[in-house]
């Protein structure tokens, strides 16, 4: 998506008349949403400086400018690109990052990393080159029209604010490897950047260009779990990017801190689908390469069991026992018996371990004590178990209580459904677990589809399926796993006579539902499938969510009596009702979330209640009425 187009000439007029801005920002709202006042600001402040930059019969009228591209399979966005023909008529691209900085300091001990102010915060951020670079990288990894027509990308940086001195921290030889591949332009550089677009814009390509980057051929995204054994080999699967590459680069320097004697715990705060288990998968890779003795950690057995099933075929088993590893084995570790813990959906560990809850005293306080450094990854959105303890209040309390320093960062960087933070942010206000900027829509490369019938959504997962495997229908727990059909498909669990559709939940001695290509033919829960993505999900709601006087309600009493995640609600309701009904309230909702982000392409939806469709059908028409506009 590309939120300002337009030809050289065209856009100089824009800076001319003083609309650039103004234009800009009129579609930004069309097509994405509100926008802040400082954005604006820089926008008018950079593209004045471009003008000057463009202002030459070297660089075609008639070359493609794009402004606000968003990168696939991400939520960031590239400030600037121009286009057109080469010296050997090659497409050509220059990539643009604007920066409004006027100063930086050089972080040795960090690949890529500068510190500069924000809102006179100093803050650790992408060195700008880098920034440049890795965008580059992810339209070459994702857009197959790119690749297929050989478009040259060009990326560099442009600090116009910025006035180099001698030895600059900007230009530290650490950074040579980036500055190489996206060189920088600071105050005073505006020939220079001229120079460098009029190399590689030599003529027109008739905007080919921009419509290769705009509507070019995505790729699928990578998952984890099929990158899994070349990333244990040492291989670079993912483009790490922003905030991405910021928490990386501080969890490595946390972990050689460690090593000198004082116990690190580092908390990183992520939604659905901002890398926070592609990250732990890097880190456990880089940890274990500096021969320190790492462990992924999750309480979840499903992701496990995909991770080790992949594995497998390439990876010693002792090996791959000894790298993924459950929540509940550390409560008779030693202090410091591990370099380093990185622990997955730390919102779901528990307060005790074991089959009947009885050993060990709190598995976040028994993480902290067994590791020199431990890393929380933690979305507290995505609790769906009354026994899920995990909170980062409580890894405070007790890395406070070990004498731990305690760093927390944020993943706002999106790499799921599409790369829309608008449509988890529209999904959340949906659902009622709060309120959000985006409640009349999200961006439109995400495919969200409401189905009459579940048979009709069922032949979508099965059509979508057959492309890569990666569809799978899901539905929240209101049905019960019959014990005599655990592993009997022909056993039909979850039925809904009306429509004459039946379906089993996955079977128990199918610990590899996700990937496992009959899997298809049942349905997964939440316990199959958090932490766990495909392409394409078909949702089916049951009666715990249901949309009566006017709101969406949650009523625990229809989950099925095999469901774990409400255990303990029966007994809190007889104590305290309205602390017992705020609980489940919490599971249910975030169960839902959670169901309903699994798909990086598409989510298909039934619902039991039809007063529940009603309201989402609602809620899309006016997302559709704001995107047309």
Not at 322 to 342: H, R, T
Request: charged share 25%.
């Amino acid at each position: 998506m590309i939120i300002y187009e337009a030809t050289k000439q065209q856009f100089m007029s824009d800076v001319t008349e003083d609309s650039i801005a103004v234009k800009i920002h009129n579609q930004f709202v069309q097509k994405v949403g509100r926008v802040s006042m400082g954005e604006i600001n820089a926008w008018n402040n950079s593209m004045n400086y471009l003008y000057k930059v463009l202002n030459t019969p070297a660089i075609p009228d008639d070359a493609g400018i794009a402004i606000e591209y968003k990168v696939p399979a991400s939520s960031r966005r590239i400030d600037f690109m121009i286009t057109g023909l080469n010296e050997k008529d090659q497409y050509s691209v220059v990539i643009i990052e604007l920066k409004q900085w006027t100063s930086v300091e050089a972080i040795e001990n960090a690949d890529g990393i500068v510190e500069t102010f924000f809102n006179r915060t100093k803050t650790k951020t992408p060195h700008p080159s880098f920034q440049a670079w890795s965008y580059a990288q992810l339209i070459s990894d994702y857009n197959e029209s790119v690749q297929n027509e050989a478009v040259q990308l060009y990326p560099c940086a442009y600090m116009h604010n910025y006035v180099k001195v001698d030895n600059d921290p900007i230009l530290h030889p650490v950074y040579d490897p980036y500055l190489k591949s996206a060189p920088i332009f600071s105050k005073g550089d505006a020939l220079k950047l001229r120079g460098f677009i009029s190399t590689y814009i030599k003529k027109t390509d008739r905007n080919k260009s921009l419509y290769l980057i705009e509507h070019g051929k995505i790729k699928p995204s990578k998952s984890l779990q099929d990158s899994l054994v070349s990333m244990l080999q040492g291989n670079q699967e993912f483009i790490m990017v922003d905030d991405q590459k910021v928490v990386y680069e501080e969890a490595l320097r946390l972990v050689e801190k460690a090593q000198a004697g004082r116990k690190q715990v580092l908390i990183v705060e992520g939604g659905p689908g901002t890398g926070k288990s592609v990250l732990g998968i890097n880190l456990l890779v880089e940890v274990t390469a500096r021969e320190l003795v790492c462990q992924y950690v999750t309480k979840n057995s499903a992701p496990r069991a995909v991770y080790m099933k992949q594995l497998q075929q390439n990876v010693k088993k002792s090996v791959i026992d000894n790298l993924f590893k459950s929540s509940g084995v550390y409560y008779e570790a030693l202090p410091n018996e591990f370099d380093c813990l990185i622990v997955d959906e730390a919102h779901r560990l528990n307060e005790k371990s074991g089959l009947f809850k009885n050993k060990g005293i709190n598995q976040t306080m028994e993480i902290i004590r067994a590791a020199r450094f431990s890393v929380f990854f933690i979305d507290e959105y995505q609790k769906i178990a009354m026994h899920d303890a995990g909170s980062k209040e409580q890894i405070r309390r007790y890395a406070e209580q070990m004498d731990a320093d305690i760093i927390e960062m944020t993943l706002a960087s999106q790499f799921r459904c599409n790369g829309s933070d608008g449509y988890l942010a529209w999904l959340e206000d949906v659902l009622d677990i709060r309120e959000t900027a985006n409640a009349e829509g999200f961006d439109v490369d995400y495919e969200i589809r409401l189905f009459d019938d579940p048979n009709q959504l069922r032949e979508e997962i099965f059509s979508k399926n057959q492309m890569s495997n990666k569809a799978r229908m899901l539905a929240g727990y209101c049905w019960d796993w019959k014990k005599d059909g655990k592993n009997n498909p022909g056993v039909h669990d979850i039925e809904l006579d009306e429509f004459q559709f039946f379906m089993s939940w996955n079977l128990s001695n199918t610990t590899t539902w996700a990937i496992d290509p009959e899997s298809v033919d049942q349905v997964g829960c939440i316990h199959t499938s958090q932490g766990l993505e495909f392409d394409y999900v078909g949702v089916i709601i049951g009666e715990d969510l249901r949309f009566e006087h006017n709101r969406i309600i949650t009523d625990p009493f229809k989950r099925a009596k095999t469901d774990k995640s409400l255990s303990g609600f029966k007994t809190l309701y007889k104590q305290n009702k309205e602390e017992a009904l705020q609980a489940a309230d919490r599971i249910i909702r975030n169960t839902y979330r959670t169901l309903m982000t699994r798909g990086t392409k598409g989510c298909y939806i039934y619902c039991v209640d039809p007063h529940l469709k009603a309201y989402f059908q609602r809620r899309l028409a006016i997302q559709r009425q704001a995107a047309m506009m």
